[in-house]
């Protein structure tokens, strides 16, 4: 139910993308249906962890394993529909656009999968970190954009500040990634994914700490 659900999604998206990137899009046309798509796939991901995440989490591990068990589904899924979109409008393959595709989709989504940590742990403050880490993920190319323009130096600061809270120019770089030809900026790509997992380890950490003075919690 949940491939079919999400070809259905993805499909439509691939289709949407496509309308927009052509009739709004005057140029690069690549790395605007890739923005798109991209926007249109994190909320999918988000929309899918929330749901998984109303499930009881007595078995933390095991309901966390699912989730990225259905996020790389999601990412598998996306790939495929983009490869197919080439082959039906351009008739051509780029083996190292799909890879990068896919590990951008998958290493991104596991950071937005955190949210099940903070939903068991800080549910109370639930209002908080949506606004604050749901938020600075879905605009983090905004934010980084907004950077070249700032010339006060307070805004910086406190943009430099907040990306040790939400590391969105990880985000966004890994997101960049893909945008170039080959395999240009993927040392920046293989700073910004250990620079996620960090996070990812360091939060699921905090997590879990304020998590066991909650409830119990338990291995299957």
């Not at 351009?90 to 949210?115: D, Q, R, W």
């Not at 879905?138 to 130096?153: A, G, K, N, P």
């Given at each position: 139910?949940?491939?079919?659900?999400?070809?259905?999604?993805?499909?439509?998206?691939?289709?949407?993308?496509?309308?927009?990137?052509?009739?709004?899009?005057?140029?690069?046309?690549?790395?605007?249906?890739?923005?798109?798509?991209?926007?249109?796939?994190?909320?999918?991901?988000?929309?899918?962890?929330?749901t998984?995440?109303?499930?009881?989490?007595?078995?933390?591990?095991?309901?966390?394993?699912?989730?990225?068990?259905?996020?790389?589904?999601?990412?598998?899924?996306?790939?495929?529909?983009?490869?197919?979109?080439d082959?039906?409008?351009?008739?051509?393959?780029?083996?190292?656009?799909?890879?990068?595709?896919?590990?951008?989709?998958?290493?991104?989504?596991?950071t937005?999968?955190?949210?099940?940590?903070?939903?068991?742990?800080?549910?109370?403050?639930?209002?908080?970190?949506?606004?604050?880490?749901?938020?600075?993920?879905?605009?983090?190319?905004?934010?980084?954009?907004?950077?070249?323009?700032l010339?006060?130096?307070?805004?910086?600061?406190?943009?430099?500040?907040?990306?040790?809270?939400?590391?969105?120019?990880?985000?966004?770089?890994?997101?960049?990634?893909?945008?170039?030809?080959?395999?240009?900026?993927?040392?920046?790509?293989?700073?910004?994914?250990?620079?996620?997992?960090?996070?990812?380890?360091?939060?699921?950490?905090?997590?879990?700490?304020?998590?066991?003075?909650?409830?119990?919690?338990?291995?299957?």
């Amino acid at each position: 139910m949940y491939i079919l659900l999400t070809l259905f999604y993805l499909t439509f998206v691939i289709l949407l993308s496509q309308v927009l990137t052509y009739n709004v899009t005057l140029i690069n046309v690549r790395s605007a249906f890739y923005s798109i798509f991209w926007i249109f796939f994190m909320i999918y991901v988000l929309i899918t962890i929330f749901t998984l995440s109303k499930k009881s989490n007595l078995n933390i591990i095991g309901n966390y394993l699912e989730i990225i068990k259905y996020i790389l589904i999601a990412s598998l899924i996306g790939t495929f529909l983009i490869i197919v979109r080439d082959i039906v409008l351009f008739n051509e393959l780029n083996t190292a656009s799909y890879l990068k595709i896919l590990f951008s989709f998958l290493i991104v989504s596991i950071t937005i999968s955190l949210i099940y940590f903070l939903n068991i742990s800080f549910y109370k403050y639930r209002i908080i970190w949506i606004i604050g880490f749901i938020g600075t993920i879905l605009i983090s190319s905004l934010l980084v954009e907004s950077e070249i323009f700032l010339r006060d130096l307070r805004l910086k600061s406190f943009l430099n500040f907040w990306n040790l809270i939400v590391p969105y120019k990880s985000i966004e770089q890994i997101r960049q990634f893909v945008i170039f030809e080959g395999w240009q900026g993927w040392e920046l790509f293989l700073i910004s994914t250990i620079h996620l997992l960090i996070y990812w380890f360091v939060l699921i950490s905090i997590c879990l700490y304020f998590r066991q003075f909650q409830s119990k919690w338990q291995f299957e």
